[in-house]
């Protein structure tokens, strides 16, 4: 069975510090995979938040460069964001995805086939 589990959620002061994980399981993490984090709050659609393609290069969203680090252990087929100032905004529900390919590496939440339940960031002002 092919699954992703995100870990490292929880609750934080504004200003803070989290890092969260994605554990691949099966066969998902290859050379060949995008892997990317997303965020979705209350209300609103899910948006992308960072990237890592095959050859590790690292795409950010606007709201979040600067301040937010991906990064990928494929030994250990880890994904991680490290999540630095973190603001009032910040605050969601982080997915981890997967896609298969070699073409293409994205923020868009479409591009995405592989899923995992997600992990809750509270952040508190």
């Known amino acids: ?3 992703l589990v995100e870990s490292g ?11 969260l994980s994605c554990a691949a399981s099966g066969y998902t993490y290859s050379r060949y995979h995008c892997m ?3 965020r979705q709050a209350p209300g609103k659609e899910r948006v992308g938040v960072a990237v890592i393609a095959p050859d590790g290069t690292t795409t950010y969203a606007d709201s979040v460069k600067g ?3 991906i990064s990928q252990d ?16 910040d605050a969601a529900m982080y997915y981890c995805a997967a896609r298969i390919s070699i073409s293409w590496c994205g923020l868009t939440a479409a591009g995405f086939g592989y899923w995992g339940q997600g992990t809750q960031v509270t952040v508190s002002s």
Do not use: D, P
Request: avoid cysteine.
């Open 1 to 3: 069975q092919v699954q």
């Open 9 to 19: 959620g929880g609750s934080v002061q504004a200003g803070g510090s989290l890092r």
């Open 36 to 38: 990317g984090w997303f």
């Open 67 to 69: 301040r937010f680090t």
């Open 74 to 89: 494929k030994a250990k087929n880890t994904l991680y964001l490290q999540m630095n100032s973190l603001k009032s905004e």
